[in-house]
Antibody
Framework: QVQLQQWGAGLLKPSETLSLTCTVS????????WTWIRQPPGKGLEWIGE???????KYNPSLKSRVTISVDASKNQFSLKLRSVTAADTAVYYC????????????????WGQGTLVTVSS | SSELTQDPGVSVALGQTVRITCQGD??????ANWYQQKPGQAPILVIY???NRPSGIPDRFSGSSSGNTASLTITGAQAEDEADYFC??????????FGGGTKVTVL
């Protein structure tokens, strides 16, 4: 059974770079879309972006200028960097595995990492 | 971009049936999925591809879709079903989008 374990710094100052890593255990990176999603306190979910095992990325247009998602296949890991953070970036950040099926019409996230609360405060 | 609209909250009596909806233009072309999130926990997938249930998800959870609306139905709601439920899909550019979430309260 595939499991995702994530870690990274939980407290940042404005203008710093958020950095999180997610390790995939029990399965391969191949054939999936490795995704970052965030959830501000008390609010809904926001897709940040994704990467496949070949390194092809897709980002939320609203965050694209500040986001980099990368993959390290040798370690079965993928990572998120979000530059120039502000208080508006305070959220629980989740990594998740995206699966595409059904002739490109079905795409879902499962499983998810445990989540990391990142707080941006001066 | 595309938006998915969900009602903020709904209540259901223990053992009764509740339907949660998710509306959006993208649902005419792409299937929705449904996630359950309990306080302090990561979301878990309960329905994918309109009506498929992952292993381990009780069969009281079911999905359907018509036009621009996807629905999640809980038949015989249990106390442990009290949670936030989010739908997701994609827009025409392939960007993933989530609904705002529906809080289900079991009375």
């Amino acid at each position: 059974q595939v499991q995702l374990q994530q870690w990274g710094a939980g407290l940042l100052k404005p203008s710093e770079t958020l950095s999180l890593t997610c390790t995939v255990s029990g399965g391969s990176l191949s054939g999936y879309y490795w995704t970052w999603i965030r959830q501000p306190p008390g609010k809904g979910l926001e897709w940040i972006g994704e990467i496949n095992h070949s390194g092809n990325t897709k980002y939320n247009p609203s965050l694209k200028s500040r986001v980099t998602i990368s993959v390290d296949a040798s370690k079965n890991q993928f990572s998120l960097k979000l530059r120039s953070v502000t208080a508006a970036d305070t959220a629980v950040y989740y990594c998740a595995r995206g699966t595409l099926n059904g002739g490109n019409s079905v795409f879902w996230f499962d499983p998810w990492g445990q989540g990391t609360l990142v707080t941006v405060s001066s | 971009s595309s938006e998915l609209t969900q009602d903020p909250g709904v209540s259901v009596a223990l053992g009764q049936t509740v339907r949660i909806t998710c509306q959006g233009d993208s649902l005419r072309s792409y299937y929705a999925n449904w996630y359950q999130q309990k306080p302090g926990q990561a979301p878990i997938l309960v329905i994918y591809g309109k009506r498929n249930r992952p292993s381990g998800i009780p069969d009281r959870f079911s999905g359907s879709s018509s036009g621009n609306t996807a629905s999640l139905t809980i038949t015989g709601a249990q106390a442990e079903d009290e949670a936030d439920y989010f739908c997701d899909s994609r827009d025409s550019s392939g960007n993933r989008v989530f609904g705002g979430g529906t809080k289900v309260t079991v009375l």
